[in-house]
């Protein structure tokens, strides 16, 4: 698939696209006119990568699991998993504190 209709098809950009490419997300082939060409189970990996950029990974982190998401996770693999699910849990907290605070401030005025 060219990259236009792998992009509209994981609801994304083919900006975007190029962006996971740069940071080792994904290696389209290429034509020999340079085009980008993609697989169809491509379209599922993206969705994945942007829910994970959605809950706050960044493209390393995501890198790092890379392996995981093929069924081979070293141990390594699932600590840092581990580590970045505890790191959201914290954020998690911290916002629903600080949404409480609002409300009490709300509830005041």
Known sequence: MSIGETAR???????????YEEQGLLAPTRTEGGQRRYQADTVERIILYRRLIDA????????ELLPCMNGSASSDTVATLQREHKKLLAQARELEATAGRLESILESL
């Open 9 to 19: 098809r994981a609801g994304s950009s083919p900006r975007a696209l190029r962006y």
């Open 56 to 63: 706050g990974l960044g493209t390393e982190v995501i890198r």
